[in-house]
């Protein structure tokens, strides 16, 4: 399994509020996750790293203890406490969070955990799928008919999220299992990559577009080329 990633503060940003991590275990399976922050000049920026900077180093530390799904919702707890502490004691970093989405991947199965709408694809030669559901106001209302998936891409709610790492004292996030075969990608990414590349054209830079090695630098490209109005992230796993 291989794994590459990216992160730019875009066109428009001061300061690049997402933060990314990845590692490959003894296994030879990969951990990652990637997370977009919020909440302040500076402390989106702190939600981000720590919630990485967490999740890791508690999801490294249970090796052996439990299942890969329950080892991937500590490592969240664990980080949504400690954001949210800080964000109640500290003034700088009052009302900050982060969005997460991580994925543990094997040679079978990935282990997929999303808070908030970084998202996580499924790519290989059939075709592109997203296999985690966005916790926000537009994909509320796509879901009870009141926008169509086009709508909402343009909606100008589209990144009022309703859920966030840090910003409630217990996390419920969302887990999901899905199936890798040989040959196919996750692909995680922050909202910054999802608003203004569409998963056809995800799906072409994946596939079609080169090499692997430069998938990620090809999808931020494409992200700077259309102004890049948000922090960009990508990063992709390949079985």
Known sequence: MEIWGVTHRGAVRQQNQDSFASQRLEDGRIIALVCDGMGGARAGNVASTMAVDLFMR?????????????????????ANQEVFQRAATDPDCAGMGTTLVAALAGPGEAVILNEGDSRAYHVNQEGIVLVTRDHSLVEDMVERGE???????????????????????????DCFRQS???????????????NVVTEQEMLYEVIHGGEDESCCQRLLDIALHRGAPDNVTAVLIRR
Request: charged letters at 25%; hydrophobic letters at 40%; a negative charge.
């Open 180 to 194: 890798m075969a040989p040959g196919d990608y996750l692909l995680l990414c922050s909202d910054g990559l999802s």
């Open 58 to 78: 508690r999801f490294l530390e249970q090796d052996g203890e439990s299942n890969d799904q329950e080892r991937m919702q500590v490592s969240a707890a664990m």
């Open 147 to 173: 926008l169509t998936r086009e709508q909402a891409r343009t909606h100008p709610h589209k990144n009022l999220i309703t859920r966030a790492l840090g910003a409630e004292p217990v996390l419920l996030a």
